[in-house]
């Protein structure tokens, strides 16, 4: 009878893994998934155009001291497929593992029809107990395998190369040759791109870190296939599956397209865009304001406190002067708060607890933003006293409270950790309470936290062990926060300051929130010059003119692949007229931020933001649809930029020169031919519909032409 229980086990994992008929799990117009659990092969991805395949070899997982590739008994769909309300479809498929029978892998794909980038990610399921180990001493996960052998091109993209000469994080594109797949290089990504010039397909995974700290990479193989493995902080040792704890992956993309590789960044940006994230909020356009660069020149140009003018007064007239430029959210940036934890208005600056803020910032139809540090606790604050357990510690230290920006000390607090829901229910609560609507989080360093009582591991792992799974863990418990927030508040937006090196950069916050890019860029050490760190400032491109926006615009090459408006960054308002129209240039190519003293503001420039911007409104969903054109590098004259919806006609052209003289450029899209120019500028059209711009440059300046707006 056991001879006879055995041969049927036999008989049904051989059947399962070799059926005849895949799976279905989506079929449109673009694509085609299917399931064939065959042999190594857990899915396909099939371009329906072409019907070319993409086989992913099912992912393998280190369980209970033995390396399992999830080669499953059967595959069935479970459940009928979810409509999300960003007009994707999710679908789950299941199946036991043919080896661990009672383990359970759950597939979840995330599809639209619109777009042929999809999202995939795997769960494992039992309600028996079963454990991930490392019996190398390392993390052993296969994600995926796939191969690229049919492309004559391969390149690795990289989002989180931070560098330094800009002090920012960058677009990096890597080309990837044969030698590179027969020396079995090993690639951080998070995206490769192959491309024959007719078919081009990627591959991608959502996390982030700082190159080259890489979390999880790319095995390149002599055959031209790749796969993506775990490498540190994925899991920590001996983690617990069983009837009440599931293992979940990140979320992977993949996408395949009958076209070339701009025309597949073109599909992957439009993905970012609209389908990436169900938190539609922080993919619009708006225009920001920030407090922070006025406080930073009472610090150092004044010599005053950062805190001096966080006044009500200071903030209404602000207010005032910020809509008469047609700026929509604004941001109150450290020091609004009591104390940290709590993040209650301070009744000392604020004796209303911003109550009237709030109010005119309605009436004038804008929104309120406020800053905050997600991982510190004041030391008076209740959300320390009934979250003592979760102040961050290294190797059993908790280090001493620190005063944050001239308010009360605070200790560091693990946002991987319980304290994460606590603090999604202050942002929540401001939400209800006041309207606030834009998040900014800043100062959330990757390694920070190796406490045994958290969500990163426990007394039996190493303290370095639950230190690399805090830093794994941190991207997704920020993910995590805006996305609980975001549920309860659908209006809200997060971004992360990002405007320091060693943090969490990568495609994985973007799935819930977007990124503040750039503060001042370099400091004086970035460029190996002698200053006074006790007293000096630190920022060398403070001031108003050409060369801050230089740096500001150098990571514009994000665009290719990621909208530049989940990028944020601020530029400086002042007079004269020469340094507001190259702000104006700028931040509407995208990062659309303001930052500055905005009462100094003479009242023509007040007007010329008012303007310029209201004729931005009229054209900006067109300009953030559409990939930017660059002709010309940052800094050279002149410096050209087109952004110019093909299908409308509707966005903008800027020049930028640093030189007097004359310059012209023809634009290679077809524009609206309803225009509005700045000065110095003779525009027609030639026979094409295309735009012939001459521009006459007698100083360093800004030329703006926009297409498709009404004036009148």
């Given at each position: 009878m056991r001879n006879l229980f055995t041969l049927l086990i036999a008989i049904a994992i051989l059947s399962g893994c070799n059926n005849k008929h895949s799976l279905v799990v989506t079929k449109n117009d673009l694509l085609r998934v299917t399931v064939p659990n065959t042999g190594k092969v857990l899915w396909d991805y099939t371009v329906t155009k072409t019907g070319i395949k993409y086989s992913f070899r099912a992912p393998e997982f280190e369980i209970d001291g033995k390396l399992y590739p999830a080669l499953l008994l059967s595959a069935k769909l479970t459940g009928p497929p979810e409509k999300l309300k960003n007009g994707v479809t999710e679908y789950n498929v299941e199946g036991n593992f043919s080896e661990i029978t009672d383990l359970t892998l759950r597939t979840t794909f995330r599809i639209t029809e619109k777009n042929p980038v999809i999202r995939f990610r795997y769960e494992l399921l039992s309600h028996s107990d079963h454990h991930l180990t490392k019996t190398n001493g390392h993390d052993q996960i296969n994600y995926l395998g796939v191969s690229f052998g049919g492309f004559s091109s391969v390149k690795e993209i990289r989002f989180s190369e931070f560098n330094e000469m800009v002090h920012s994080f960058c677009l990096s594109e890597r080309k990837l040759e044969q030698k590179h797949f027969d020396d079995s290089l090993r690639i951080m990504g998070p995206m490769i791109v192959g491309t024959d010039g007719s078919n081009s397909f990627l591959v991608a995974y959502e996390h982030g870190s700082q190159v080259p700290d890489r979390f999880l990479e790319f095995a390149l193989n002599p055959d031209k296939s790749i796969t993506l493995n775990a490498i540190k902080?994925?899991?920590?040792?001996?983690?617990?599956?069983?009837?009440?704890?599931?293992?979940?992956?990140?979320?992977?993309?993949?996408?395949?397209?009958?076209?070339?590789?701009?025309?597949?960044?073109?599909?992957?940006?439009?993905?970012?865009?609209?389908?990436?994230?169900?938190?539609?909020?922080s993919r619009k356009p708006y225009i920001f304001y920030n407090t922070w660069n006025f406080q930073e020149r009472n610090r150092n140009w004044y010599k005053k406190t950062y805190l001096a003018d966080m006044t009500l007064e200071r903030m209404m007239k602000e207010i005032d002067v910020a809509h008469r430029m047609g700026i929509e959210v604004f941001v109150i940036d450290a020091g609004w708060f009591e104390k940290t934890g709590d993040w209650t208005p301070s009744l000392k600056r604020f004796p209303d607890g911003l109550k009237s803020v709030s109010k005119k910032l309605k009436d004038y139809g804008m929104k309120l933003g406020l800053w905050f540090n997600p991982t510190v606790a004041a030391v008076s604050s209740d959300m320390l006293k009934t979250h003592r357990d979760c102040v961050r510690t290294m190797?059993?230290?908790?280090?001493?409270?620190?005063?944050?920006?001239?308010?009360?000390?605070?200790?560091?607090?693990?946002?991987?950790?319980?304290?994460?829901?606590?603090?999604?229910?202050?942002?929540?609560?401001?939400?209800?309470?006041?309207?606030?609507?834009?998040?900014?989080?800043d100062a959330i360093g990757q390694y920070e936290c190796n406490d045994p009582r958290h969500f990163h591991g426990n007394s039996e792992n190493t303290p370095q062990e639950r230190l690399e799974s805090y830093a794994f863990e941190i991207s997704r418990s920020m993910s995590y926060v805006v996305d609980k927030v975001a549920k309860e508040c659908p209006d809200v937006i997060v971004d992360f300051d990002i405007t320091e090196g060693g943090r969490a950069v990568g495609l994985g916050f973007l799935s819930s929130g977007k990124y503040f890019l750039i503060n001042n860029g370099p400091y004086f050490f970035n460029y190996d010059i002698p200053f006074d760190r006790e007293n000096g400032q630190w920022n060398i491109f403070f001031y108003p003119g050409p060369a801050r926006t230089w740096i500001c615009r150098t990571p514009l090459t994000f665009d290719k692949w990621i909208p530049t408006s989940l990028f944020l960054t601020h530029y400086l308002p002042d007079d004269p007229?020469?340094?507001?129209?190259?702000?104006?240039?700028?931040?509407?190519?995208?990062?659309?931020?303001?930052?500055?003293?905005?009462?100094?503001?003479?009242?023509e420039g007040v007007d010329f933001f008012n303007?310029?911007?209201?004729?931005?409104?009229?054209v900006r969903d067109d300009m953030t649809e559409t990939t930017m054109i660059r002709d010309g590098a940052v800094g050279v004259s002149p410096e050209v930029y087109e952004k110019i919806n093909p299908v409308?006609?509707?966005?903008?052209?800027?020049?930028?020169?640093?030189?007097?003289?004359?310059?012209?450029?023809?634009?290679?899209?077809?524009?609206?031919?309803?225009?509005?120019?700045?000065?110095?500028?003779?525009?027609?059209?030639?026979?094409?519909?295309?735009?012939v711009i001459f521009s006459k440059f007698l100083e360093a300046e800004a030329k703006i032409i926009f297409f498709g707006v009404e004036t009148e």
């Amino acid at each position: 009878m056991r001879n006879l229980f055995t041969l049927l086990i036999a008989i049904a994992i051989l059947s399962g893994c070799n059926n005849k008929h895949s799976l279905v799990v989506t079929k449109n117009d673009l694509l085609r998934v299917t399931v064939p659990n065959t042999g190594k092969v857990l899915w396909d991805y099939t371009v329906t155009k072409t019907g070319i395949k993409y086989s992913f070899r099912a992912p393998e997982f280190e369980i209970d001291g033995k390396l399992y590739p999830a080669l499953l008994l059967s595959a069935k769909l479970t459940g009928p497929p979810e409509k999300l309300k960003n007009g994707v479809t999710e679908y789950n498929v299941e199946g036991n593992f043919s080896e661990i029978t009672d383990l359970t892998l759950r597939t979840t794909f995330r599809i639209t029809e619109k777009n042929p980038v999809i999202r995939f990610r795997y769960e494992l399921l039992s309600h028996s107990d079963h454990h991930l180990t490392k019996t190398n001493g390392h993390d052993q996960i296969n994600y995926l395998g796939v191969s690229f052998g049919g492309f004559s091109s391969v390149k690795e993209i990289r989002f989180s190369e931070f560098n330094e000469m800009v002090h920012s994080f960058c677009l990096s594109e890597r080309k990837l040759e044969q030698k590179h797949f027969d020396d079995s290089l090993r690639i951080m990504g998070p995206m490769i791109v192959g491309t024959d010039g007719s078919n081009s397909f990627l591959v991608a995974y959502e996390h982030g870190s700082q190159v080259p700290d890489r979390f999880l990479e790319f095995a390149l193989n002599p055959d031209k296939s790749i796969t993506l493995n775990a490498i540190k902080g994925n899991y920590y040792r001996d983690f617990q599956i069983d009837s009440t704890n599931s293992y979940t992956t990140i979320w992977f993309e993949a996408g395949g397209i009958s076209g070339d590789e701009d025309q597949l960044a073109i599909e992957y940006r439009s993905f970012v865009l609209h389908y990436m994230s169900m938190n539609a909020e922080s993919r619009k356009p708006y225009i920001f304001y920030n407090t922070w660069n006025f406080q930073e020149r009472n610090r150092n140009w004044y010599k005053k406190t950062y805190l001096a003018d966080m006044t009500l007064e200071r903030m209404m007239k602000e207010i005032d002067v910020a809509h008469r430029m047609g700026i929509e959210v604004f941001v109150i940036d450290a020091g609004w708060f009591e104390k940290t934890g709590d993040w209650t208005p301070s009744l000392k600056r604020f004796p209303d607890g911003l109550k009237s803020v709030s109010k005119k910032l309605k009436d004038y139809g804008m929104k309120l933003g406020l800053w905050f540090n997600p991982t510190v606790a004041a030391v008076s604050s209740d959300m320390l006293k009934t979250h003592r357990d979760c102040v961050r510690t290294m190797n059993g230290d908790e280090g001493k409270p620190w005063p944050i920006w001239e308010t009360e000390e605070s200790y560091g607090m693990c946002l991987v950790s319980a304290y994460r829901d606590a603090f999604a229910d202050e942002l929540i609560h401001l939400n209800k309470e006041l309207g606030v609507t834009y998040f900014k989080w800043d100062a959330i360093g990757q390694y920070e936290c190796n406490d045994p009582r958290h969500f990163h591991g426990n007394s039996e792992n190493t303290p370095q062990e639950r230190l690399e799974s805090y830093a794994f863990e941190i991207s997704r418990s920020m993910s995590y926060v805006v996305d609980k927030v975001a549920k309860e508040c659908p209006d809200v937006i997060v971004d992360f300051d990002i405007t320091e090196g060693g943090r969490a950069v990568g495609l994985g916050f973007l799935s819930s929130g977007k990124y503040f890019l750039i503060n001042n860029g370099p400091y004086f050490f970035n460029y190996d010059i002698p200053f006074d760190r006790e007293n000096g400032q630190w920022n060398i491109f403070f001031y108003p003119g050409p060369a801050r926006t230089w740096i500001c615009r150098t990571p514009l090459t994000f665009d290719k692949w990621i909208p530049t408006s989940l990028f944020l960054t601020h530029y400086l308002p002042d007079d004269p007229y020469e340094n507001q129209s190259i702000a104006v240039g700028s931040l509407i190519l995208g990062q659309n931020g303001i930052w500055g003293d905005l009462p100094k503001i003479s009242k023509e420039g007040v007007d010329f933001f008012n303007k310029s911007l209201g004729l931005y409104k009229q054209v900006r969903d067109d300009m953030t649809e559409t990939t930017m054109i660059r002709d010309g590098a940052v800094g050279v004259s002149p410096e050209v930029y087109e952004k110019i919806n093909p299908v409308t006609g509707k966005g903008a052209v800027v020049i930028f020169s640093s030189h007097a003289g004359n310059y012209s450029y023809i634009t290679r899209q077809k524009p609206d031919q309803k225009t509005w120019k700045t000065r110095g500028v003779d525009l027609s059209f030639d026979k094409e519909g295309h735009a012939v711009i001459f521009s006459k440059f007698l100083e360093a300046e800004a030329k703006i032409i926009f297409f498709g707006v009404e004036t009148e």
